[in-house]
């Protein structure tokens, strides 16, 4: 039987980009220092572009920020951040909506400074969260002996075997997920954690190990030297 329109479920990408990158040692915003002759975030939302199935991308910016009036791009750019990175993903799930995006359709949230996402990846997740009930993400599983600490020395070693690193793309529905955020409350630090209040299981999907984020000073000169790798 044809397949009416209503029926079409999009996928969408929202990336929040409104960060300051204190812990980054930068003297800006960490996702517009350049990293193998480029600006970060562009490595981001190039790896989504290159994804046929994303029907559009939204980039969440501070408001007064004029990176992108600067240096245009084909995404969707809202200045409509909010103080943590829970409302400002917020904020664009509603600017998604008012521009036309349904309840049903799927959203994945991605961190602006996750620069070595790619397209495969991307793909992964969708083809095997699109089908699910709840949703999913990335993650990495643990490789290390985990400890937690108190003043500085080692309290416990915790079981690694169950543990798993939250990356992203974290993939939901987009009513799910304001539903989720909003009864979470703005602390919260990821979209799975948000859907995890609401009693729901996300789905883990295998990440790798390069889709880590840039946070300390020395990852800048990790991801530029996976970023010139690839490129060879």
Request: charged content about 20%; some cysteine.
């Given at each position: ?52 199935r994303i029907a559009r991308a939204l980039v969440v910016v501070a408001p007064g920020d004029g990176f992108f009036e ?163």
């Amino acid at each position: 039987m044809p397949t009416s329109e209503s029926n079409i479920v999009r996928f969408y990408a929202l990336v929040p980009c409104a960060g300051t990158g204190s812990r980054a040692g930068t003297h800006g915003p960490k996702q517009y220092e350049r990293i193998a002759g480029h600006p970060l975030v562009w490595h981001t939302l190039a790896a989504f572009a290159a994804v046929k199935r994303i029907a559009r991308a939204l980039v969440v910016v501070a408001p007064g920020d004029g990176f992108f009036e600067r240096h245009p791009t084909s995404a969707l750019v809202v200045q409509c951040g909010g103080p943590t990175r829970a409302k400002s993903v917020s904020n664009g799930l509603y600017e998604l909506r008012r521009t036309g995006a349904t309840e049903r359709d799927w959203v994945l949230v991605h961190d602006a400074a996750r620069c070595l996402i790619s397209p495969q990846l991307i793909d992964k997740l969708i083809d095997a969260v699109g089908q699910d009930e709840v949703g999913g993400l990335l993650a990495y599983k643990v490789p290390d002996t985990l400890k937690r600490e108190e003043g500085g020395r080692v309290a416990e070693t915790l079981p690694r075997e169950h543990a798993w690193l939250a990356q992203t793309p974290q993939m939901f529905r987009i009513g799910m997920l304001m539903q989720a955020l909003e009864k979470a409350g703005p602390e919260v630090t990821d979209e799975a954690a948000a859907i995890e209040s609401l009693g729901h299981k996300p789905l883990l999907v295998p990440g790798g190990a390069q889709n880590f984020k840039v946070t300390y000073p020395d990852d800048f000169l990790l991801a530029e030297a996976v970023l010139k790798g690839r490129h060879r």
